[in-house]
């Protein structure tokens, strides 16, 4: 089951611009090598990434994140919009967390959605997901990490070569993302990571999980206003 986010969702996360969230303890790591041996071995690694619930800001009542692609512009804009204005079945979740709210059956919240124009290939989350999402639950939770990590489908809306990458811009005053294809050259070495993927990598022995940044993320000082001390918050995904 799948509902939507509303604002007390958000209003749990961690600001990444000003808090700690992005720094990744022994206990964070051991999680993720856990999360990503399980992609692997149930063969779930090309369709989910794993992501670090943060924030930028908050929804405010009645709205939702909705990711939009601009393929002329080979940009990804997402914004809270109102959930209104979209048919009960016209957005699917792209990012999602657990629910700690039912202790009953498995539950998640969408936390960004898209609409089908802008989903890409990636088949929308459904009954036939849910024993690898279960597992999933029950690794986060054995490491204490609901409240810490989600999950993202893996999705290439905009056709990605090799060395290219997305630079998302955050603008606090038009309350979006923008993410713009760039030269993956350009992640500045001080980035955070906020989602990872895993690939199988063949030894002689078995097939290995390595792990990618699929995104990163920093916070850069930007043009603060006169008493509103505003951030500009980026992120990079690959």
């Known amino acids: 089951m799948v509902r939507d986010h509303d604002v007390e969702d958000y209003a749990g996360l961690l600001d990444m611009d000003a808090t700690d969230v992005g720094v990744l ?15 692997l071995s149930t063969g779930a ?32 804009r997402t914004s809270p919009l109102p959930r209104s204005a979209f048919a009960r079945a016209q957005l699917s979740a792209t990012t999602m967390r657990f629910d700690t709210a039912n202790n009953n059956r498995l539950g998640l919240v969408g936390m960004e959605f898209a609409a089908p124009a802008d989903l890409g290939s990636a088949m929308p989350v459904s009954p036939a997901d849910e024993v690898v999402l279960a597992g999933l639950a029950e690794i986060l939770q054995a490491h204490d990490k609901v ?36 030269d993956q050259a350009a992640i500045p070495a001080h980035s955070i990571e906020t989602t990872w993927r895993w690939e199988p990598v063949i030894t002689k022995t078995s097939p290995t999980p390595v792990m990618t940044c699929q995104v990163a993320a920093w916070c850069q000082e930007a043009g603060c206003a006169p008493a509103t001390h505003q951030r500009l918050s980026q992120h990079v995904t690959t």
């Open 45 to 76: 690694w090309p369709r989910f990434a794993v992501w670090l619930l943060h924030k930028h800001f908050e929804p405010a009542p009645g709205e939702v994140f909705v990711e939009r692609i601009f393929t002329e512009h080979r940009q990804i």
């Open 147 to 182: 409240d810490r990590f989600g999950v993202r489908l893996i999705r290439d809306q905009l056709g990605l070569s090799e060395g290219e990458t997305l630079l998302e811009n955050f603008d606090m005053e038009a309350r979006t993302l923008y993410c713009e294809v760039t």
């Open 25 to 39: 303890a022994d206990d964070d790591r051991d999680c993720l090598d856990a999360l990503g041996e399980y992609l």
